[in-house]
């Protein structure tokens, strides 16, 4: 065994060049592997850490519980972190701002960012309250322990609703949310429950238990517990959000899978091609092993070792270059949520697992060719690979070099259509990522249509509308009037809460398993004008759009909507029925139409589903005829001009929000260069990995070759004609892997387009630009090593090949 080993070692010494690529390739690979685990991990726990700031890290809430009901979820043992939360009411004081008060146990404040406490204490005394820093200071009280603060509060829910306002004392100072600031408008302040007792009714506390369900069933498990203390469905609320961000989502799961599935086979590609290549030329040897006695089991093992040491060079240098490119790749990647590197010692053993079984694969076919070679095969082996059949070789002159090249080409046929494999999976996947790319950025400038846009801040309060209307006739006279603007578009829209809505179809209620829960989630109600409407056709799916029935008619437009998402699975047809029923409304819809996606972006949706109608009906429904936003488009030369005009219009205007496209593009643009580089960067890694393999092969057929090439020139053969002949070689690898590129990266992308809603919905476009860099960079790489392969036979004169035998 001791000899075997030593052999492997001496085999390693003996061909440097090649187990360099090969050490190169297992580094290129283990990196990639460990890059695509690391992302995929860091963006998990960016879901996790983001969800947990929206609901927590709790599985269930119960809704509409009494205090009796709080301590018997308290004392099960099914449940652990159980919390109670008692709503006061809201403040809209402080636009385009709200404030939530409300009491709630202190040990909520390790479930979300806006519960946590800062400084101070939590609120005991009747007076106490917490809030965060930045409130206090919009509110122009200083952020102190001892200050006091008065607040007025309201409620106003469907079961009841009532006033107050009450004088308290600063006990604590909360953490500065970014996402209750900057995406929810709105401040938590916590109360104490002694004050809400003293302060609410009875019959009017809103009481809510949240808690975690212990087990792998925590939906079933959660709805048996509230059933069991006499909780109907509405009233428990699971949080799927987070129970779902706990393992690895589909939308993280099938990229990265793909991505590793390439990365594995491309290198399982280059190892064998080299291992093959090498074996072939060492047959001699593997012949004089089995004439000592070798078995073939030991040559195999021969052949495992050096892929194995050769592993355990490549494969932690693997790891530690994946570390460093996430580092690199993660601040390029546009999210609205920072994204940081997030690593596991499971990452390290997972990416040196795959990266030593792809090692193993890569080894299995050329260590059975090298076991299986007889004393007598290595006497006959010429290394030359002759197909049979008829043979012609009738030529002159550059025919006769194009023919020799493509003949040269084929004489080792796997190593050639695996050199052509590996070179075209890069030029597939930069054509498809790209493909891709264009999309999501057109559909990006698709939703801003709009040079400039004023949003009234009701709209961003989620379904707490405080009455305001910043946009009203007025406004819209002012804007009208700027000079430099072409046209101005009106969109009213309304964020209903989900117990305002029920679905139904064809005239009877869907039963619950047949419909996607709406429990947790809120309803966008739009009204379009005739011009926004049109560009509604673009997107249609199934029905009719008719402008005309919009307006006179109770007919809606819905969005494509199943459930999670506006993509496919929707289980709503044309000709379901919408009912809208509050206090006020109630009134039933005709889905008319269903388009995949809305035209017209608000920055945000709330998650379910929108139903789109005519603004004449909208405001005759609704009776409301505010206007929600208003569309600016301009001349190309009035930018300047009118937006100046536009912010003198806004200004000491606190309820509206201006929204410039030019800006918001040129950051967009900014954002996507560096997910285009982040992308890049690790097509280009397979890429080189690819170039390995080329590389590999070209050298080694100049190598074996050596001799060939000496008694051509010894005959006749010029130096020009030989240079012809190793660039006509290299250009038949590079023409056949960009035709191989070309048709798959376009076939595959087009397939994507049919199956993704998000590249449908802009349309497919043949990708051009990356066909054209993807013809370029393989000619130049090719010719850069046809020529370092001439330059490197011109070394050695014509005798010396001749003479030269392996």
Request: with cysteine; hydrophobic share 40%; aromatic share 8%.
């Amino acid at each position: 065994m001791n000899s075997l080993s030593n052999l492997s070692r001496k085999n390693l010494k003996v061909h440097k060049l090649k187990n360099i690529l090969v050490i190169i390739a297992i580094m290129l690979s283990t990196c990639l592997i460990s890059t695509i685990c690391i992302l995929s991990y860091s963006l998990q726990q960016m879901e996790i850490k983001q969800i947990v700031a929206q609901t927590g890290d709790l599985h269930v809430e119960y809704a509409n519980v009494s205090e009796k009901q709080v301590e018997i979820l308290k004392n099960n043992k099914k449940l652990t972190s159980v919390n109670e939360y008692i709503g006061l009411g809201f403040n809209n004081q402080y636009k385009p701002y709200s404030i939530e008060m409300c009491y709630i146990d202190e040990s909520a404040g390790d479930t979300t960012d806006y519960f946590r406490l800062k400084e101070g204490k939590w609120p005991e005394k009747e007076q106490d309250i917490a809030m965060p820093k930045w409130m206090l200071e919009k509110m122009g009280v200083k952020p102190k322990i001892g200050e006091k603060v008065t607040l007025s509060y309201s409620q106003d829910m469907k079961a009841y609703s009532y006033e107050g306002k009450g004088d308290f004392v600063v006990c604590g100072i909360l953490d500065d949310s970014e996402l209750m600031r900057t995406e929810l408008y709105k401040a938590m302040a916590i109360v104490s429950k002694d004050y809400i007792f003293k302060n609410v009714k009875p019959e009017q506390r809103f009481i809510q238990a949240s808690a975690k369900v212990k087990g792998r069933n925590i939906s079933d498990t959660a709805y048996e517990i509230g059933h069991n203390i006499g909780l109907g469905d509405k009233n428990i609320s699971v949080n799927k959000m987070y129970i779902n961000a706990l393992g690895l989502s589909k939308d993280v799961l099938i990229p990265a899978g793909i991505a590793g599935v390439i990365v594995v086979l491309a290198t399982v590609l280059v190892i064998y091609n080299i291992f093959y290549i090498s074996i072939k030329e060492r047959i001699t040897q593997f012949g004089l092993l089995a004439a000592l006695g070798t078995t073939k089991k030991q040559i195999r093992r021969v052949i495992f070792r050096e892929g194995l040491i050769l592993s355990f060079i490549g494969i932690p240098g693997g790891i530690i270059l994946g570390h460093l490119l996430s580092l690199f790749i993660i601040p390029l990647i546009p999210l609205t949520v920072k994204l940081t590197l997030e690593t596991s010692p499971y990452i390290v053993i997972l990416s040196a697992f795959v990266s030593l079984v792809t090692v193993a694969i890569s080894l299995r076919k050329p260590s059975k060719i090298a076991s299986k070679v007889s004393p007598i095969e290595a006497i006959r082996y010429s290394s030359v690979e002759l197909s049979g059949g008829k043979k012609e070789r009738k030529a002159k002159g550059t025919t006769a070099i194009r023919r020799l090249a493509y003949l040269n080409l084929w004489r080792s046929k796997k190593r050639t259509i695996v050199t052509i494999i590996s070179m075209s999976l890069t030029g597939i996947l930069f054509i498809v990522f790209f493909s891709m790319f264009s999309s999501i950025k057109n559909k990006q400038d698709n939703h801003i249509s709009s040079d400039f846009e004023l949003t009234a801040s009701w709209l961003t309060l989620r379904g707490r509308d405080d009455g305001s209307d910043p946009l009203n006739k007025e406004t819209l006279s002012k804007v009208k009037k700027i000079k430099g603007i072409e046209k101005v578009d009106i969109l009213k829209q309304k964020e209903l809460f989900t117990s305002d809505i029920r679905i139904l179809k064809k005239c009877n209620e869907v039963k619950r398993d047949d419909m996607p829960e709406f429990s947790e989630i809120n309803c966008n109600f739009f009204g379009f004008e005739d011009s926004m409407l049109d560009e509604l056709k673009r997107n249609l799916l199934q029905g009719e759009i008719s402008k005309e029935s919009l307006k006179n008619k109770d007919e809606v437009i819905m969005v494509n909507y199943n459930g999670e998402n506006h993509t496919s699975g929707n289980p709503l047809k044309v000709g379901d029925k919408v009912v809208l029923e509050n206090k006020s409304i109630k009134r039933e819809f005709t889905i008319a139409a269903i388009v995949s996606y809305n035209t017209r972006w608000l920055g945000y949706t709330a998650g379910g589903p929108q139903f789109i109608t005519h603004e004449a009906s909208y405001s005759r429904i609704l009776k409301d005829d505010r206007i929600g936003k208003l569309c600016i488009d301009i001349n190309n030369d009035s930018y300047n001009s009118v937006k100046k005009s536009l912010e003198s219009i806004l200004k000491g205007n606190d309820n509206a929000i201006f929204f410039d496209r030019k800006e918001y593009k040129q950051k967009q643009d900014l954002e996507y260069k560096g997910m285009g580089l982040a992308v890049v960067s690790l097509i280009s890694i397979i890429g080189l990995i690819g170039i390995l393999n080329s590389i590999n092969t070209m050298f080694t057929s100049i190598m074996t070759r050596k001799k060939e090439f000496g008694m051509m020139e010894a005959v006749g053969l010029s130096k020009t004609q030989l240079r012809k002949l190793l660039q006509i070689e290299g250009l038949y690898y590079c023409g056949i892997s960009i035709i191989v590129s070309v048709v798959l990266g376009v076939l595959v992308s087009y397939i994507l387009y049919l199956n993704m809603d998000f590249m449908r919905s802009s349309g497919y476009k043949i990708p051009f630009v990356p066909i054209i860099l993807v013809s370029a960079a393989f000619i130049c790489i090719q010719g850069i090593i046809t020529y370092i392969g001439e330059r490197f036979l011109r070394k050695e004169s014509v005798i010396d090949r001749v003479r030269y035998n392996e």
